[in-house]
């Protein structure tokens, strides 16, 4: 069964550029949208944005001009950067697969998450 | 803020049936099937129904989804002590490009 695991810094400081990188086990990378979520302490589900396999994305307008989505079907894993953050950036970082049945899928339907990973941004 | 409204919490007894409402607009839920996510504590979210009423493999029929004009709704019989959980509401929102938004959340107790 497909898997999916965050890596990345734990810690980063403000204005600097986190980076976060999620492998994809189990199966291929390919014919499949990727999407991240955040969720800041004790805060809900944010929706960052996605990205198919063949480099197309689509950001949330919030993020838009700090996110950059990319992936590597070379090595099955799909990453994000998110410039100049702030302590408003500190979160769990979730990647997710979403959804897809009978070659449609639907974007806000994600059927496999990862476990997460905690980004703080602090000096 | 969430673009889509929950209220913040919920409660129940063993056995009974409860509902989370998810309430939205005309350029999401009124044109969008709604999903819902469970988080249980210190966990990721897991898809707990999608496409309004469908339920993936595993998921007890216990939960089931309804939606009515711009506003949806989770019920949960026959409660269980293992249903306590935070329950997020999502759709896809068609305004902007296009991009997924979630509730904000609603704190399932059970007494």
């Known amino acids: 069964q497909v898997q999916l695991q965050e890596s990345g810094p734990g810690l980063v400081k403000p204005s600097e550029t986190l980076s976060l990188t999620c492998t994809v086990s189990?199966?291929?990378?390919?014919?499949?949208?990727w999407s991240w979520i955040r969720q800041s302490p004790g805060k809900g589900l944010e929706w960052m944005g996605y990205?198919?396999?063949?480099?197309?994305?689509n950001y949330s307008p919030s993020l838009r001009s700090r996110l950059t989505m990319s992936v590597d079907t070379s090595k099955n894993q799909f990453s994000m950067k998110l410039s100049s953050v702030t302590a408003a950036d500190t979160a769990v970082y979730y990647c997710?697969?979403?959804?897809?049945?009978?070659?449609?899928?639907?974007?806000?339907?994600?059927?496999?998450w990862g476990q997460g990973t905690m980004v703080t941004v602090s000096s | 803020q969430s673009v889509l409204t929950q209220p913040p919490s919920a409660s129940g007894t063993p056995g009974q049936r409860v509902t989370i409402s998810c309430s939205g607009s005309?350029?999401?839920?009124?044109?969008?099937?709604v999903n819902w996510y469970q988080q249980l504590p210190g966990a990721a979210p897991k898809l707990l129904i999608y496409?309004?009423?469908r339920r993936p493999s595993g998921v007890p029929d216990r939960f089931s989804g309804s939606k009515s004009g711009t506003s949806a709704s989770l019920a949960i019989s026959g409660l269980q002590s293992e249903d306590e959980a935070d329950y997020y509401c999502?759709?896809?929102?068609?305004?902007?490009?296009?991009?997924?938004?979630f509730g904000g959340g609603t704190k399932l107790t059970v007494l």
């Open positions: 997710a697969r979403v959804y897809c049945a009978n070659g449609v899928c639907q974007n806000d339907i994600f059927d496999i």
């Open positions: 189990g199966g291929s990378i390919r014919s499949n949208y």
């Open positions: 999502a759709a896809w929102d068609n305004s902007l490009s296009g991009h997924a938004v």
């Open positions: 496409s309004g009423d």
């Open positions: 005309s350029s999401d839920i009124g044109i969008d099937a």
């Open positions: 990205v198919y396999y063949t480099g197309s994305t």
